[in-house]
């Protein structure tokens, strides 16, 4: 089969569309005939050796840990999926990824795909839909009525943490450029902050009980963020190599993330989908082919929201 790997570290030109032996599941797992993986910030840090501590991956490496596809084969043990099942997950971190034609996964990092999108397109879900839902739901505890500052709304985190807070009844004050403030407040942001002309600290003058950074930001902007929380209230941020900071005087606790698999959590993003209650968005699809062009010009900064990357069907 085809994958895209890496045989050492580096910049993108490490990145090779090559040959490999197609895998076969073990105990507790399934193949999976890949229909798209996804580009993700951290793959790009993962390949430049930045992750060697957190996510120690084994040379060579496929890049690629969201996975849509079907199920072609199955492990001793597997219950509840089946040849023949669409599903979607977020595979280990440190293991082989899914820029390829097939990929293994473990069954308990898996759920059904959603019915009502494209399967391809479903790769756009798992690890940024899961990344804005902890945050919201895990960390900063989300209830109705609440008022949440998303810094840095126009990615592709942003789109869904805009749309799960404002599903669960909260205002939504999101930051976004000219270039992406159509989409935040399509997304049902109440306010929208142009970053680029105004500052954040200068545009939110009432408190909220909720900021979640996910741009990336100087330690001093970081740290400007949390004195438009309320006392009590928290900041959640996703730069996770930048520490997010508190305010013990007014209670404010700073809280980092770091995404983490929840085949549940990505069910219920998976239901919200099928009842039209969240869009994904897919702003790219490109060729397994051309991953190594797509790390390039992300290292460029030129990709703007979600893209999947789609092996050839040969």
């Not at 082989?96 to 959603?114: E, K, R």
């Not at 159509?182 to 954040?200: L, N, P, R, Y």
């Not at 959640?236 to 007014?250: H, L």
């Amino acid at each position: 089969m085809k994958a895209v790997r890496f045989h050492a570290y580096g910049d993108p030109s490490v990145l090779r569309y090559e040959d490999v032996e197609q895998p076969v599941p073990g105990a507790g797992q399934v193949r999976i005939r890949v229909a798209a993986t996804s580009f993700n910030s951290v793959d790009g840090n993962i390949r430049g050796g930045f992750m060697q501590g957190p996510i120690p991956v084994q040379l060579p490496h496929t890049p690629g840990i969201d996975v849509a596809g079907t199920i072609d084969a199955v492990g001793e043990g597997v219950e509840g999926l089946a040849v023949g099942d669409d599903v979607i997950g977020f595979l280990p971190m440190d293991g082989t990824g899914a820029a390829a034609q097939y990929v293994l996964a473990p069954v308990d990092a898996l759920t059904p795909a959603p019915k009502s999108v494209p399967l391809a397109d479903a790769a756009a879900l798992p690890i940024v839909g899961l990344t804005a839902y902890q945050a919201l739901f895990d960390h900063a505890k989300l209830t109705a009525g609440q008022r949440v500052l998303i810094n840095g709304a126009g990615g592709a985190v942003g789109g869904y943490a805009v749309q799960l807070a404002k599903n669960a009844g909260a205002h939504v004050i999101a930051t976004a450029s000219p270039h992406s403030s159509a989409a935040v407040t399509s997304a049902g942001a109440d306010e929208v902050i142009d970053h680029t002309t105004t500052a954040v600290t200068a545009a939110v003058t009432e408190p909220v009980d909720i900021a979640l950074n996910l741009a990336p930001v100087t330690p001093d902007e970081l740290a400007s963020l949390v004195t438009l929380v309320r006392p009590g209230g928290v900041l959640v941020n996703t730069t996770v190599w930048m520490p997010a900071p508190s305010d013990e005087e007014r209670d404010v606790r700073g809280i980092d993330l770091f995404v983490r698999s929840d085949a549940d959590q990505l069910a219920q993003l998976v239901a919200l989908t099928d009842r039209g209650e969240l869009r994904v968005d897919v702003a790219e699809r490109v060729p397994l082919a051309e991953l190594p062009a797509l790390h390039a010009r992300a290292a460029d900064g030129a990709v703007h929201g979600k893209v999947i990357v789609v092996p050839s069907a040969d």
